[in-house]
């Protein structure tokens, strides 16, 4: 049997039609993103006025503070949101509570998912500086060009393995096998999904961002007004995903 077709346009529609039933438990979900990100807008001056904290110390800080929100918080969030939101949108309804409480039995792997991803772009990042090192050579720009090509494609048949490790508790190595089976074939369907995207909400929101920034005159202001923009799109495409991972999961389950 085919793999079945998949339309990025007719799941951008769905996207739409099912994100109101389950943004409200979504955005708790999801709410201490929104709380950093104000803080990381607003929360320089806080600290540096209230407890006179030096730059230099502030700065420490802040990168520590960072490393813990993308190594922890993000994967935690994160496995929580896409448990949520598939459980939901297959009919086995779960709590908000209960997508907290997987997502911390999965935390551990979750995270070296992350990690291992993080790793790949920090590779990808480092080789395509030494192509850029080496651009004396006459095929430099060739060497650079196979270098974001592969990185991009790697990360691309892995970017369903978190989901596997929440959804089915899958081990890494295993959630790592899934992603790139579920992934074969559907490079088109992946790029399509990611330009309609763009398209639908990086390019208003951008365009929005900048009339505020305009109007107001004020960098943080329009900071925050887009890092607000950027949290409701992002819970937009979480759901986005989680029904093309279905439906890729549809279509190979019915190949077999």
């Known amino acids: 049997m085919t793999a079945q077709r998949i339309s990025a346009i007719s799941l951008l529609r769905q996207t739409f039609a099912v994100v109101g039933s389950i943004y409200p438990v979504l955005f708790r979900i999801n709410y201490p993103h929104l709380i950093w990100f104000v803080l990381s807008t607003f929360g320089r001056d806080i600290l540096l006025n209230s407890f006179e904290i030096t730059t230099s110390e502030q700065a420490d800080a802040g990168l520590k503070l960072n490393i813990l929100y993308w190594l922890v918080a993000v994967p935690f969030l994160?496995?929580?949101?896409?448990?949520?939101?598939y459980r939901s949108l297959t009919?086995?309804?779960?709590?908000?509570?209960?997508?907290f409480s997987q997502a911390k039995?999965?935390?551990?792997?979750?995270?070296?998912?992350?990690?291992?991803?993080?790793?790949?772009?920090?590779?990808?990042?480092a080789l395509a500086r030494?192509?850029?090192?080496?651009?004396?050579?006459?095929?430099?720009?060739?060497?650079?060009?196979?270098?974001?090509?592969?990185?991009?494609?790697?990360?691309?048949?892995?970017?369903?393995?978190?989901?596997?490790?929440?959804?089915?508790?899958?081990?890494v190595p295993d959630s790592f096998?899934?992603?790139?089976?579920?992934?074969?074939?559907?490079?088109w369907l992946i790029v399509s999904s990611y330009l309609l995207i763009a398209f639908v909400f990086f390019v208003p929101g951008q365009l929005i961002d900048e009339l505020i920034g305009l109007k107001l005159g004020n960098p943080l202001a329009s900071?925050?007004?887009?890092?607000v923009l950027g949290f409701i799109v992002g819970v937009?495409?979480?759901?986005?995903?989680?029904?093309?991972?279905?439906r890729l999961r549809q279509s190979a389950a019915a190949t077999q």
């Open 130 to 171: 030494a192509s850029i090192m080496w651009s004396q050579q006459s095929f430099a720009f060739l060497g650079l060009s196979i270098v974001i090509i592969s990185g991009c494609y790697v990360l691309y048949r892995l970017m369903f393995s978190s989901y596997a490790i929440v959804i089915d508790n899958s081990s």
């Open 78 to 85: 994160s496995g929580a949101t896409n448990f949520y939101t």
């Open 91 to 99: 009919e086995n309804q779960v709590t908000a509570s209960d997508a």
């Open 236 to 246: 937009l495409i979480n759901v986005y995903f989680i029904l093309l991972y279905q």
């Open 105 to 125: 039995r999965r935390l551990l792997p979750l995270i070296l998912v992350n990690f291992l991803s993080v790793v790949v772009v920090l590779l990808l990042f």
């Open 223 to 227: 900071q925050l007004v887009g890092q």
């Open 177 to 187: 096998d899934s992603s790139w089976k579920l992934t074969e074939g559907r490079s």
